[in-house]
């Protein structure tokens, strides 16, 4: 265990969040090309439900690895920032999978409230932005700062200050 920090700012993490989404085109892109390649899919629609679902089980081992082997993927390591378990340890695989699960409710209400409405042209974009919004105002109402699906998963994001290089 270590000793728990601070956590980083809501704009910080947000910012971690941004360049993991740029990362992840990569990762992505590979995992569709393999995809593409093994089956020759020559058309987009052909397989299309099952592409979805490899490729959330790609992102989701990307993410389920770097959580419990070290606490930290790339994007992670260049902001300076770790996942620990709520005591400060680390992250077990069942709980950097929880947290995965979890860390779609980011989106996922969102989504569903714009089909259940019927939302049309703008409000397809507008009604998930607002759902972001909110869940990440939330952590505002945290004591720990923390977003609401770290407190769920039992998981803790923290500032890590590495040893200066003399």
Request: with cysteine; glycine share 8%; net charge positive.
């Amino acid at each position: 265990m270590q000793e728990l920090s601070a956590p980083p700012s809501v704009l910080r993490r947000i910012a971690v969040m941004v360049y993991e989404a740029m990362l992840l085109f990569g990762v992505v892109f590979i995992a569709g090309w393999l995809f593409g390649t093994l089956l020759q899919q020559r058309n987009a629609l052909y397989l299309r439900g099952i592409l979805q679902y490899w490729l959330f089980f790609v992102i989701g081992a990307y993410f389920i690895w770097f959580w419990s082997h070290g606490g930290q993927t790339l994007a992670m390591k260049t902001w300076k920032v770790r996942l620990v378990a709520k005591d400060g340890g680390n992250v077990s695989l069942q709980r950097a999978a929880a947290r995965f699960a979890l860390s779609w409710l980011w989106i996922v209400p969102g989504l569903l409230a714009a089909w259940l409405l019927g939302a049309r042209g703008w409000m397809l974009v507008v009604i998930p932005t607002v759902n972001i919004v909110v869940w990440a105002a939330l952590c505002l109402l945290d004591p720990a700062r923390q977003f609401l699906h770290d407190r769920l998963a039992g998981t803790r994001v923290i500032n890590v200050a590495y040893p200066k290089k003399k």
